[in-house]
């Protein structure tokens, strides 16, 4: 494969900042933009190439700021516009990009149009088909004023947007020139496989029969000619829709979210656990690079502001946290495609330990105890877990006021001493992250999964030319020795074969 020049997020690494859990700087306990303009020195230490932003426009204040009132603006909580230019500009000053997150399947209830644009969303005189909402009860919400019934795919309080509709589309990429043009560079769009439905024919999360025209539109209209990077958010893709997706010869997205390997430890709903097979999640992951090895590209995460944290859920989370945080980084960072990191996840964050439903902000949760959820499913799948505040000095430093939500009981060191520490999580992914800019195989090499049966140890290969980089993970409590050669020179990780708990290890090796 020939890298190109022109495609920058192929060496990119991607940090996501969910802002009202990041840094407060008026005190009122909710994260803002001046305070994550305060800390761009963690993300350039970090050595990351682009900020993705959560939501921080005018909310209905229902789901987390993913229910927009306003496309064009800034939450007064998160500041203003030209606190979000000065971000732009501070980014920029050092090497970063910005990613905007577009919520485009829906708005908020409180959204003008929601009132003056009838025509804009789904509404029928009865509910057009049996669809569940994905925070829980139908779909279909009736509005006694009307006497009709509107479509919300999330929380009622959240109007499906009706993508057939060519003016919605129209005012949509509007939305996102205005973006462009304010010198965004990038855009990650929210559960973007979800327009195009079809009413009859499909279910809430199937691919409608309009989404790639759609798509291949927004292109058209916002992308081409600009030097932006695209991620779309696709729960229920599969590996082959990806691609189409993200075949540049289509010219739709450079890439998308996809929920396979986040599904693993989940039955019939996301609140069913079952327990992971590593060999399931390592095949999954290698399935993925083998689909997208010769056209289209991938995405990497273990989490985001909807997943738990990845310690805590991949890992271990009790006294192997550190290695295991690191070991999990080291395999995801390892693969072919752009690694988001997100907020904490660097810090070795795990679950916050919440054991009260006071504890709680999330609207999906909330939902979720209401329709009868327990607790012990909140604790584990709680989208809470990944939104507690960081800790940026030892004695906090998110806020002077009172946050927004709880820390929970698991404190992990802080920010600033785990830039200090040449042995924490955080020097490992600073690590990782110097190395995909330095190393070509990283970022090109072909992938070759190893002993693919193995349920402790994940071991692969990335070849490029004359360089082969072997990774070897331990994803367990127990030691083991590897039964391949470890030969050559050793990247990352401490000299020796065998592999202590969640001790893992990157070689290089040339041949002539
Ligand atoms: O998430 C869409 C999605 O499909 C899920 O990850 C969902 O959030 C949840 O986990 C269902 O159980 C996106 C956003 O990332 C999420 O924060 C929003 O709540 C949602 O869309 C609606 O905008």
């Known amino acids: 494969m020939t890298p190109s020049t022109q495609q920058w997020w192929r060496t990119a690494v991607v940090y996501q900042v969910w802002p009202r859990s990041f840094q407060d700087s008026d005190g009122d306990g909710v994260g803002d933009l001046r305070g994550v303009l305060r800390r761009l020195d963690h993300l350039a230490d970090l050595g990351v190439d682009v900020l993705w932003l959560s939501p921080v426009y005018p ?12 496309y064009r603006g800034v ?11 000065a971000l732009i500009a501070g980014l920029h000053a050092r090497g970063i990009r910005l990613m905007l ?9 409180q ?33 006694p ?24 589309r129209a005012a949509l990429f509007d939305v996102l020139r205005f973006w462009r043009d304010r010198g965004v560079d990038g855009f990650r769009f929210d559960v973007i496989s979800m327009v195009g439905k079809d009413l009859a024919h499909g279910t809430p999360l199937g691919f409608g029969p309009t989404l790639h025209p759609h798509l291949a539109q927004l292109h058209r209209e916002v992308l081409a000619g600009h030097d932006l990077m695209t991620v779309g958010e696709m729960p229920g893709v599969s ?32 609140w069913d656990h079952v327990p992971l097979r590593l060999s399931l999640l390592k095949q999954n992951l ?42 999990l980084a080291t395999v995801l960072h390892l693969h072919r495609g752009t690694p988001f990191v997100y907020q904490g996840e660097e810090l070795g964050m795990p679950n916050p330990g919440f054991t009260a439903l006071s504890d709680y902000r999330d609207v999906e949760s909330l939902r979720h105890v209401a329709a009868g959820g327990t607790l012990a499913e909140l604790a584990r799948t709680s989208r809470d877990n990944a939104r507690t505040p960081l800790r940026w000095e030892p004695a906090g430093g998110f806020t002077t006021g009172t946050p927004w939500i709880g820390s929970g009981h698991h404190p992990v060191p802080s920010a600033a001493e785990q830039r200090a520490d040449p042995d924490s999580v955080f020097a490992r992914y600073r690590a990782l992250i110097a190395l995909r800019h330095a190393e070509p195989a990283v970022v090109h090499g072909d992938f070759a999964l190893l002993l693919p049966d193995e349920e ?30 470890q030969a050559g020179e050793l990247l990352l990780g401490v000299p020796g074969t065998a592999l202590g708990p969640w001790e893992s290890r990157v070689i290089k090796r040339t041949h002539g």
Not at 59 to 70: E, I, K, P, Q, T
């Open 59 to 70: 909310s209905g204040g229902v789901d987390a700021g993913y229910d927009l009132s306003d």
């Open 75 to 85: 939450d007064p909580i998160f500041g203003t516009l030209a606190d979000l230019d």
């Open 101 to 109: 997150d577009m919520v485009l399947n829906h708005t908020s209830d």
């Open 111 to 143: 959204h003008p149009w929601f009132a003056a644009r009838r025509e804009f969303y789904y509404w029928r005189d009865e509910p057009a088909n049996d669809w569940q909402a994905l925070f829980g009860g139908s779909a279909w919400q009736r509005d």
């Open 145 to 168: 004023a009307r006497g009709q019934v509107y479509l919300h795919t999330f929380a009622p309080q959240q109007p499906d947007l009706d993508w057939e509709q060519p003016q919605v």
């Open 239 to 270: 590996v082959e829709q990806a691609r189409l997706v993200s075949d540049p010869a289509r010219a739709e997205l450079d890439m998308v979210f996809g929920f396979e390997h986040v599904s693993l430890d989940r039955g019939a709903t996301k």
């Open 286 to 327: 290698a399935r993925w690079q083998q689909g997208l090895a010769e056209v289209g590209w991938n995405s990497l995460y273990w989490g985001n502001h909807d997943q738990p944290r990845a310690v805590s859920r991949f890992g271990n989370d009790g006294v192997h946290r550190v290695a295991s945080a690191t070991t």
């Open 456 to 485: 402790r140890l994940w071991a692969f290969t990335r070849t490029y030319g004359a360089v082969q980089l072997l990774v070897v993970a331990n994803c367990s409590a127990e030691p083991l020795e590897p039964p391949m050669d």
